[in-house]
């Protein structure tokens, strides 16, 4: 089974957060696949595609490849390599070509026509996100060659983007030329609300398969929880890039009401005048005192940050998974999120933290209500560590991913 990944950004393009992250993980998982003789997933890939007990006729199967096509977009700037390099990353063949606008457009002419030229090299297309001139190219070329292709929109197709920045154009564009392609789509979706989001985007019920995000967690088995600086202090973080989506106001007013005591580290970046817009709101609510903006966290440094503090809050607008709502279960901090976060009914359900709307009063109640029980919060801690070890296990991800793959060749 040759599988080509299609993404306007990838490693080392950390700038762009999750998603990015997310689809390298799923790309090296499932390039790893090819080297596990004798196990599972052999047999798995040979019971998938054999229609009958003839295994030899399936022969092609036997393997899995991955393929990357991204662009060169690293922000503003872009990725030192040359227009149609080939690198090994982390195991993966990744082709990345110029893009001629430097904005979340990505238009990549040189993708496209490689694209054009090699998508019938390939048994399925797996494209990622939308709302950018690769994805959408991409599509449409699947669609013109009646290639079978699938879309993980990692967020793009909720509600709030949609309507979000330049909403009238993006309404134009997704009457007009999007949604014919959409329809055209098998969707993989990381989230009971990402499915909602698609459906009432496309106004029918679109065909999502659900398979969470792969969430790199190696290093957080090795991290030994630790209490915060101060025994006597809450210790709050926010964890993820700062932009307007995230609700970090919400946070900011509700700490400003607080009557225990407590300290803030916001980690993460952002465009630079959104930042300093919020330091200025802190300044106001006079919180200078109160929070350390920690600014970029090193990949390395992840778990041992999100080990240090006793909750960490996330009142985002939109998100369609969160992968740092599963790194910091893993390693023992529970959460507060918002209902609009993909992971919420997780969290719900298997009570790993709590769910609270975005209201600066219910937001300020609900962690002075945690700090005074900090014994409920210490067993949610040390159950959300077994938890997500055992829902979040590269194999059961990579079966669910195998059998999603195999689903599609066999129709």
Known sequence: ???????????????YGGPTVSVAKLCEELQALDKAEGSEFKAERLRLKAKDENVESDANIR????????????????????????KLVNGVPVHYFKRITKDHSHLSPGLLRHLWKTVDDFDLVHIHAWW????VGAALICTLKDKKFILSPRGTLSSYSF?????????????????????????????????RDVGQILGTEAKCHVIPNFVELKGAWE??????????????????????????EFLLEACAH?????????????????????????THLELDRQITWLGQVATEDKFKILAAYDLLVLPSY??????????????????????????????????????????????????????????????????????????????????????????????
């Open 163 to 195: 309507h979000n920045r330049k909403s009238l154009f993006k309404r134009l564009f997704h009457f007009v030329f999007g949604k014919p392609l959409l329809k055209k789509a098998l969707f993989q979706v990381s989230s009971g609300k990402e499915k």
């Open 223 to 248: 991290i030994k929880r630790k209490k915060g600086k101060d025994n006597a202090v809450a210790q709050l973080l926010f964890f993820s890039r700062i932009e307007q989506k995230k609700g970090l």
């Open 1 to 15: 089974m040759k599988i080509l990944h299609i993404n306007a950004s990838y490693k080392p393009a950390f700038i």
């Open 132 to 135: 950018n001139l690769v994805s």
């Open 318 to 411: 939109d998100e369609n998974f969160a992968n740092v709502v599963i790194e910091s279960l893993a390693v023992g901090t529970p959460v507060l999120i918002s209902p609009k976060v993909g992971l919420a009914d997780y969290v719900m359900e298997k009570k790993l933290g709590w769910v609270v709307k975005q209201d600066k009063l219910l937001i300020n109640e609900k962690i002075e209500d945690i700090f005074k029980n900090s014994h409920i919060s210490s067993a949610v801690g040390e159950y959300g560590m077994n938890t997500i070890r055992k829902d979040y296990s590269e194999e059961t991800l990579k079966k669910n991913y195998l059998d999603f793959y195999g689903s599609i060749l066999q129709k």
């Open 258 to 282: 607080l009557k225990i005591p407590y300290h803030l580290s916001i980690a993460g970046t952002g465009e630079v005048d959104y930042v300093s817009s919020l330091k200025v709101l802190a």
């Open 63 to 86: 393997d899995i490849q991955v393929v990357v096509y991204t662009t060169l977009a690293n922000g503003k700037e872009e990725l030192p390599y040359k227009n149609g390099e080939l």
